[in-house]
């Protein structure tokens, strides 16, 4: 007589989260026997908690892009111009948040259009237009800029700061603002008809179009999330280094397509996870913070990070059997 | 007394460059009627689903009129909302979504804050695709379109037009991908929507199907109406005659 395995019956749509969330464990694991004095002591994670929350926002936002079937890869090109703007204009109104932090969103919504229009509107291939948008926007800040580091020492005190990037216990703030961004975008992602319409976009538009869907007006909102979540990012940063500087968008761009990934969102579009970004972004931010940490030379990092894209996808498979494409 | 048209449209265009793919087309489409829509590939067929459909949109020039009142910026949204459904040749399936999704897509059950209420989404497709006799064990509500066979998917498809209050059905090859029994249940489930005082469009290659349901016959012919006439005044074999005579014009052509 034949023993028979009984099979694990995931629901589908939880099999991206388990798959991200096995290989993060595994990491972890390993993380923790090389360097249990490290990975056992809060520390650690209250250091990775300062650079995740950014990965997450940036993620969290791309995400929507990415299922709706265009990529936006001038993000951290975006994170720059418009934290220029809310250094430039903090530094100009005397330090003043609320006419600041509006005008750095309004350049984020106002760069996200311009992805749209030329994407959406004029049928430019997203690849390729936000590569270049990301040169030509690092090159205005910096027209803009003229190379000045912007220093904001006056705000280490204010309520703003502590509210926006303190730390509650030893969690830092921004965490905890990444987190509630994190549930509100994941319940528009998977229960709002906005996510329903975002993933029709990389699915299959047409469809979307002939069931009354206005494809071109969601795929629009998809790209100024880029920009909106960028300009959080570029507010959080100033505030968190007291410093404005034109190279504070490098070094995001390859983790956070990475996170998204790792996530088990495909390329393909269409289908996607809000929960699986966190749980990428998570990665990432451990492989950047813990390779070091756990004793590892800091050239460790890129490796770690191509290694777990790598490995990612063949989890993804074992769960999922999709995102081989 | 006259009955008044569901449905008119009048002198209808549409060009693709240079192409036309539908010349001055004058149609009216009325309640509790199927309209056999026939014709050779390329005759137009599917361009008029798509502009009643408003999925397309009529050349400049062309009116739509929905029960006499002419119509302004047409388009899918305005179509559905007024009460023409159609299921499309290609399915217009989203095959990574589950058949709930698909079937209240563009017209999601949602609190006032635009959040999609699952369960009643649910249990309504459930109790829909019974109704159809779509009754396999394997597919859920919750399974997605891309695990269905052709003919399930076309059950989707169907399933999506009849579950709102609509006026009006325009079905472009619905039987294409079905065995002979779905055909038949496809066939006598268009005979209902008759019966329950819908218009029916139905456009078909299969001229035994699109005889054995009509009421009217329009067939077209390089983008113009070349045949518009009544049931009875065709046989079958007059039909299928016809559709012959009009496949080998086009051939020499």
Redesign the interface.
Known sequence: MKATTPKILLPERYRAVVGASFFFCIMLLLFTLRSPGVFLDIGIYSAIFLSLPLFMILGLSLVFCVVAGEIDLSFPSIVTLTGFTFAWTLENTGNNFLIAAPCSLLVGVLCGLLNAFLVVKLGLSSLITTLGMNFALVGLTQILNQGQIRTFEELNDTIIRTVLVGSTGPVPNQMLWALVLAVILGLVFHRHKFGLHVRICGDNPEAGRAMGVNIEATKTICFVFVGVASSIVAIQGVYLNSTYFSTVGDGFLLPVLAAIFIGGTPVTGGRGTIGGMVIGAATVAFIQTGVVASGLDGFWTSFGFGLAVVLSLFGHRKFSGRLTR | MSREALVSLVNISKTYGRVYALEDINLEFFAGEIVSLVGDNGAGKSTLTKII???EKPDDGGEISLQGEKVSKW???KA??WGIE?V?Q????????TIY??VF????I?NR????N?KQEIEETEALMRKIGYTSKVWTP?S?VDKLSGGERQGVAIARAILFDSRMVVLDEPTSAMALSETAEVLEFIKGLKESGKSVVFISHNPWDAYAVADRFVILERGKIAIDCPKGDLTVDDFIALLHRFAKKDAKK
């Open positions: 459909s408003g999925t388009s899918s949204a559905r909302s159609t499309f290609n399915r217009a399936l989203s095959e990574q979504q999704d698909n897509l563009g017209r999601e949602t804050f635009g959040f999609v699952r919750l997605s």
